[in-house]
């Protein structure tokens, strides 16, 4: 299973678990040293026992105890400094790619018509090629067949994380595309980035694309919510806890989970879990986590999955004010940001897995702690994380290969994505003595007072409206 | 034992017992201290490639492991020691 590294919250550092471990058990170690060092000078020894009294086995002693302190500085410090590396050159490579990611995106909406234009001038050649490939497979349906296999067998590239970086850099170019497409200068486009200046970015081409979409297509409905359940269950214990409590993605299934924690404050305190995408659909029907609230939650407007939540928690009798811990996988992650972000919930902590949320800047003091799988081509779609600049430091990002071995290139590239290997990473995270870590699993001990929860689930379903002719549909502000 | 009567022995003794306790505890203070580079520690560092780090982390446990060496032979010798003065103090 591969390491998980571990980045952000406020350090500028990026190193492997085992790296950070490493540099603690030595700073650990160099601390317990000097007084065992200062210990071993001992003074001169009266006279009658001075020939018992060892001082030169002492003295020997007490070098090797200094040197192994010095030693154990040194590679402490070395440590430091190969992290502090690790990070600036990754910065700087992200920062490079996100250039060049931009000025294709740009060129490719600038000359997306003469694009099209050759890419109809070679029509005849696909089609030759097509028809010569028919004759040495000998149908049509044959050649079909053969493609459908050749690409079921190589679907496992897109794990590939460089392959994952190309999609990001790819949904980080959409805004600069549509900005080119637009006719805009480039220098103005760069100038508009949302990375720097929020004006227009990958959540702006995401909205504009929500706006434009055809039909029914990505068009919010109103939402209703409904109590599942109930039950009681002990406070989580840490990361792997927070995973299992995660609602699975199923149709019909609730989505949201809420635990309530009494602690003996005048009000009760909070953990609300938010499952993933169920419905992968652009045209909204009766489920909320669908595709038109992904998109418009990276969009950074209301989603039906966002206002189903809210409107769960209310009734669940979550009152502002009260102390919430959001947690989210997939699209949860996005809805659960986005409680935060909105100050829908007084919350000093936010847990997400696999969620395409890195381009979302939270409010100051939020502890973010976000799970990412390097193989995970979904996590890619939140585009370039914010940068250091930018405060994406305040998120705590755990990241880590989901396969072992070679890439599996016969696989699906959502197994990266499952909620089954997030899991597996959880308990890493639970293992991992990094302080970043251990500092979210004490916020959510200090959340719960280690008290049984009272726990609730609902479901959200949409509200199926008709397209209206003059308005384009009902008011999907309303949540009923 | 060594002329000074049995005060001044007493008083050695107490000493020399006192500098011995203060070794062992030293000594098992190294100890534990060991156990912060388990061999794991040393290989997982090795399975990396970066064996020089590995290399100087195992230098680092052998230095330890050398303190607590010597420490033993002291150790010895000052329980002679205790053992003699006891031995004179009551004889």
Known sequence: ???ITISGGGSTMVGTDGMLESSRRL???????????????????????????????????????????????????????????????????????????????????AFAP?????????????????????????????????????????????????????????????????????????????????RATGLFGL???????????????????PVTVAGASAGAAAAPAGFADLASRIPHSEPGAPQVRIERYDTGGARPSWIVYV?????????????????????????????????????????????????????????GGIVATSLVTSGAVDADGLVTFGSPTGQV???????????????????????????????GLQRVVVRRVSFDGPLPVGESPIQAHLMSNYAATAQQMDASSDPRLLSMRERVTALTGGAPAEVSLWRGDRVEVSVAPADGGGDPSATR | MNGQGLDGDA????????????????????????HLIPDDVTAFWRSRAQVEFARRLADLADRLVLAR?????????????????AAGSHG
């Open chain 1, 361 to 391: 800047p939270l409010p100051a003091g939020v502890h973010d702690v976000a799970v990412e799988h390097r193989d995970d081509v979904i996590v890619a779609l939140g585009g370039d994380p914010l940068s250091a600049d930018d405060g």
């Open chain 1, 1 to 3: 299973m591969g390491d």
């Open chain 1, 114 to 194: 003469a694009l099209l234009i050759e890419l109809l001038g070679a029509l005849p050649f696909v089609a030759s090629f097509l028809l010569g490939a028919d004759l040495v497979t000998g149908s049509s349906a044959r050649t079909v067949e053969l493609g459908r296999r050749f690409v079921a067998d190589h679907r496992g590239l897109l794990r590939d994380p460089r392959a994952v970086e190309l999609v990001r850099q790819v949904v980080s170019g959409a805004d600069d595309g549509i900005l080119g497409l637009a006719g805009m200068p480039y220098p103005v486009a760069r100038a508009l980035d949302d």
């Open chain 1, 203 to 221: 959540r702006g081409a995401a909205g504009v694309i929500s706006a434009l979409a055809p039909g029914g297509m990505l068009k919010e409905t």
């Open chain 1, 27 to 109: 700073a650990d170690l160099a601390e317990r040293l000097g007084p065992l060092r200062d210990g071993l000078a001992f003074p001169p020894p009266a006279a009658g026992a001075a020939a018992f009294d060892a001082s030169t086995d002492l003295a020997i002693a007490q070098d090797a105890v200094e040197q192994g302190r010095a030693l154990a500085v040194r590679l402490r410090d070395q440590l430091h400094e190969a992290a502090q590396r690790y990070g600036m050159i990754e910065r700087a490579a992200a920062d490079e790619l996100e250039r060049r990611g931009a000025l294709l995106g740009y060129l490719a909406g």
């Open chain 2, 69 to 85: 060496t010597v420490l033993d032979d002291a150790q010895s010798t000052m329980q002679r020691g205790v053992d003699a003065l």
């Open chain 1, 275 to 331: 499952g993933g995408t169920i419905d992968t659909g652009f045209v909204p029907h009766g489920e909320p986590w669908d595709d038109t609230s992904n998109l418009r939650g990276i969009a950074g407007v209301d989603s039906g999955s966002a206002r189903a939540t809210r409107e769960a928690m209310a009734q669940a009798g979550i009152r502002p004010g009260d102390t919430v811990l959001p947690v989210g996988y997939s699209q």
């Open chain 2, 11 to 34: 008083g050695e003794l107490g000493a020399l017992q006192a500098r011995l306790q203060a070794v062992a505890n030293i000594d098992r203070g190294i100890a534990d201290a060991l």
